[in-house]
């Protein structure tokens, strides 16, 4: 039978680093059942009957966020054979926490005692068997970066997996002892009045001690639990308690957790007195510092965005797309296909459909790849941690994050990385706004759009590429203050309780693999949904009604583009040809340029589509041009995006809601803009109507209280009152 | 009342009462900001808000809206 061994620790404990030492290459990763939290397992090196299961980072088992109900059920439904508790020895304090939570579970514990190459350079103590002893459980120091101790701590948990875990040993202090031993007995009887087996010593502890919280998962319905009496007892003696130290129950357990925990770091460790800042203090000083700050992180992002964008990914992206799907793979698959005399339409799905797309999204591919080590090795050396404590300020005003900016930044290049950037923000809330909106920034694949309208409408013209940036920062900031106000992004006032792990060099083999992770997870991506939306609307641009291959302008796409066309008639532009152009803008955005010059009759066209800008300037008034362009920038991204917005999601519902929204929100932009164009120009109709009740609902979704958060309401109006008493 | 929010860079101070409900008392607690426990504030971020304070050994970044929660004495 297999042994399964639970990783479990505090975010940023090297649990990660030492989960791959363990397990090595076998290792897979998926989702938790239901929620977005990343679940790795692998098996022990050099032992095919021992699994290695890695539990979320987290610092409490308390069920308030998806990790801590993950690692919680986990534990309690699914229990392991022994639990490995990663300490880091540097932050001991605070890590024992979780351990003292982990003890009650009735699962043999060891606890590696990691970074301990880090408290024996800086000159401190730590005295392992007395520590071990106060625990109740066997601690092996190790040090996950250097690999030192992580085999002595497998085999220490192998060694304790069969064996019954100690009984639980009283840490709180008498009076709350007496108190869980009172609900204890009274659960005992409870059991035995209905005929069940009694419980372990600690099982009972640990229903006690949730008894005692109030815990709402095991004490959702008391009275059949407890039985009416005995929950009325019960409830006396929590009130009693909590009367006498003035206190909840909760934050009593949670206070005498601390209160232990300083006795035993009182006893076991030795902290030399150090009058030196440590080299992180040093780094954070320069890094965070009041005025260096801004600058600094401005240059980290440039960098950022230089070589993943700019230069080696976006060079490698450029080949990729260019020479790899453009000539090299195409040419070769022609050529083979060529010689097994395939039928033509096969030759075109293969070549046009299936390589085209997908091509068209694992061009990305290299970008992304050199963005996600970036990425990887900010997050690991704890940079951005810092940078979410830079620029929280700016960014919780419009219902985003501190970590918001870097999406939106990578966004500038793809919007698909950016995307996929999202995932280091803890928040659900804010991670989904983030996702919802990062593509409203003009991407790469859009320029040649901006090209195209301002080179054919408004020659000469400076402003229209400023205005599309200047667009898509309006329509985040916009979405961010009318979204948080909607009931599914209130929920909750997510607390901004973060971390600021100290600094470190980063391991390579750990940001490698984090690195080919995420790549690969947007791989298998673009190898199922990318690629069916690609051969659909292949299917649809080359076929006619009556299945034959026809001119896009014959197609299928042609006619149903007709027959949707009127619905784009209140932005100016309710020609078939935009509305098919806008289409096929799904696969990659660029392609709106080239529809275009097919439409017209051109083959090949260059990049900004020059050559049909007479016939463009003909169809096209100047106005409905730059309502066509502002609602190409902002409406549902291509399909390479949607399907990063579906892996962040993990929701299909989500996924709709962000496509949604954004069509909708770029429908009613490109109304308000053409029609409060034609006004101007002394135009009324119905259009106009609609336009101002778009303005009027926009107005107010800003400058409402939020109707879902009563105490944030209050938040915002005590801050709007301190800001006019600043004034 | 003193709050934590009122703290400013250099500081040292206990805390006597967490006030608030919910998750966001839970998590300021689990992160070892509890009744009893010592404070250092070690500095406010660049643009006012949050603010970056020590508590049993880890650093740790707080929204003044959250530090307000915190009742403290020097």
Sequence with gaps: ?727 | MNTLENAVSGDRVVVTKIHGEGAVRRRIMDMGVTKGAEIFIHKIAPLGDPLEIHVRGSAISLRKEDAKLIEVAQ
């Design chain 1, 1 to 727: 039978m297999t042994k399964i061994i639970a990783l479990a620790g505090n975010p940023n404990s090297g649990k990660t680093t030492m989960f791959n030492d363990l397990t090595g290459s076998t290792q897979h990763t998926g989702n938790w059942p239901g929620v977005t939290v990343e679940k790795k397992e692998g098996r022990l090196k050099g032992r095919r009957d021992v699994t290695v299961q890695d539990l979320p980072g987290i610092y409490s088992l308390s069920p308030y966020s998806p990790e801590e109900l993950v690692a919680r059920n986990y534990l309690v439904k699914e229990r392991p054979d022994v639990i490995v508790n990663i300490v880091d020895a540097t932050n001991i304090e605070r890590n024992l926490y979780l351990t003292t939570q982990l003890a009650e579970l009735g699962i043999p514990v060891v606890i590696a005692l990691n970074m301990i190459d880090i408290v024996n350079k800086n000159g401190d103590l730590i005295d392992i068997r007395q520590l071990g002893e106060a625990l109740g459980c066997a601690v092996v120091p190790t040090s996950a970066l250097k690999g030192t101790g992580l085999e002595k701590a497998a085999e220490t948990a192998l060694s304790c997996s069969g064996k019954p875990p100690l009984s639980p040993r009283p840490i709180f202090s008498g009076d709350v002892e007496g108190a869980l031993a009172e609900i204890g007995s009274l659960l005992s009887e409870r059991r035995k009045e209905r005929g069940e087996t009694p419980l372990t010593a600690t099982e009972l502890r640990w229903s006690s001690i949730k008894v005692f919280e109030r815990d709402a998962e095991q004490t959702a319905n008391p009275d059949t639990l407890l039985g009416a009496g005995a929950a009325a007892r019960i409830e006396e003696i929590i009130r009693a308690l909590e009367d006498r130290y003035d206190d909840d129950s909760e934050s009593i357990i949670t206070n005498e957790r601390y209160l232990f925990i300083a006795g035993v770091v009182r006893e076991c460790v030795q902290k030399k007195n150090r009058h030196t800042l440590s080299a992180s203090d040093k780094i954070d000083r320069v890094v965070t510092n009041r005025v260096l700050a801004l600058p600094i992180f401005a240059g980290v992002m440039f960098l950022v965005y230089f070589l993943s964008i700019s230069t080696i990914g976006g060079y490698m992206t450029d080949w990729v797309n260019d020479s790899l799907f453009g000539d090299i793979v195409p040419n070769a698959v022609g050529g083979l296909l060529d010689s097994l005399g395939t039928a033509e339409w096969l030759n075109a799905l293969i070549l046009d459909g299936i390589i085209a797309g997908v091509g068209a999204v694992l061009g990305f591919l290299p970008q992304m790849l050199v963005l996600f080590l970036c990425l990887a090795f900010l997050e690991d050396c704890g940079y951005m941690a810092r940078i979410a404590f830079i620029l929280d300020r700016v960014f919780k005003r419009f219902g985003l994050s501190g970590k918001s900016f870097i999406p939106i930044l990578v966004g500038t290049g793809c919007g698909v990385p950016g995307i996929m950037a999202s995932r280091t923000i803890e928040s659900d809330n804010d991670r989904r706004m983030t996702v919802m909106t990062t593509t409203f920034i003009p991407c790469g694949a859009k320029l040649p759009i901006i090209a195209l309208i301002a080179g054919a409408l408004f020659p000469g013209s400076m402003w229209i590429a400023p205005s599309a940036y200047f667009l898509g920062i309006a329509a985040i900031l916009i979405t961010g203050v009318m979204l948080k106000k909607t009931r599914g992004f209130a929920g909750k006032p997510s607390p901004f309780v973060m971390e600021l792990p100290a600094y470190h060099m980063p391991g390579a083999p750990g940001v490698l693999r984090t690195m080919l992770d995420r790549g690969l997870a947007f791989v298998k991506r673009a190898g199922t949904i990318i690629l069916i939306a690609a051969i659909v609307i292949w299917f649809l641009s080359s076929f006619d009604f009556s299945l034959r291959m026809a001119e896009t302008s014959d197609s299928i796409l042609a006619a149903i583009g007709g027959a949707v066309a009127p619905i784009f008639d209140p932005l100016g532009w309710g020609d078939w040809r935009a509305t098919v152009a806008t289409v096929t803008g799904l696969i990659a955005k660029e392609n709106i340029v080239g529809t275009f010059g097919v439409l017209y009759g051109f083959g090949e066209v260059a990049e900004d589509g020059a050559e049909y800008w007479p016939q463009l300037a003909a169809a096209f008034t100047p106005l409905a041009a730059y309502a066509f362009l502002a609602f190409n920038l902002l409406c549902a991204p291509c399909f390479a995006a949607i399907g990063a917005i579906r892996r962040e999601m993990m929701s299909a519902k989500w996924t709709w809601f962000a496509v949604g929204y954004q069509c909708g929100f770029a429908y009613v932009v490109a109304l308000i803009i053409y029609q409060m164009g034609m006004l101007a120009s002394g135009h009324f109709g119905v259009g106009t109507v609609f336009a101002i009740l778009c303005i009027l609902v926009i107005v107010y979704m800003l400058f409402i209280k939020k109707p879902y958060a009563g105490a944030d309401a209050k938040n915002t109006q005590r801050l709007a009152a301190a800001a006019a008493a600043a004034e």
